[in-house]
Nanobody
Framework: VQLQASGGGLVQDGGSLRLSCAASGRTSSPYYMGWFRQAPGKEREFVTA????????YYADSVKGRFTIFRVNANNTVYLHMNSLKPEDTGVYSC????????????????????WGQGTLVTVSS
């Protein structure tokens, strides 16, 4: 599976951005798509994930109610719509794919993902 992320940029506090992650290659297997982010000097952290069928979503508490993940089947793309952005949302956002079913705790760990796209930088200015 190849993943291509895009959509990052500079936005003011309270603004919105939409990230996209296009999947190609072996996309027929059941799996999860996730977004993780890494701020300077910090570890990579879970942001959100979605089952490939789009029926189940998972969010970190810090983004719940502000971020929405969804998938468009026609183009094998997963989107992350981010509203009410805060300076603490700043970081490099990376999308990832997991080709195994698992429990929710494992979905939230970056170590359980098999494929990664390149990161896209999101900067929220105060």
């Amino acid at each position: 599976v190849q993943l291509q992320a895009s959509g990052g940029g500079l936005v003011q506090d309270g603004g919105s951005l939409r990230l996209s992650c296009a999947a190609s290659g072996r996309t027929s297997s059941p799996y999860y798509m996730g977004w993780f982010r890494q701020a300077p000097g910090k570890e990579r952290e879970f942001v959100t994930a979605i089952t490939w069928g789009g029926s189940t979503t998972y969010y970190a508490d810090s983004v719940k109610g502000r971020f929405t993940i969804f998938r468009v089947n026609a183009n094998n793309t997963v989107y992350l719509h981010m509203n009410s952005l805060k300076p603490e949302d700043t970081g490099v956002y990376s999308c990832a794919a997991r080709t195994r079913w698992g429990t929710e705790p494992t979905i939230r760990s970056p170590y359980n993902y098999d494929y990664w796209g390149q990161g896209t930088l999101v900067t929220v200015s105060s």
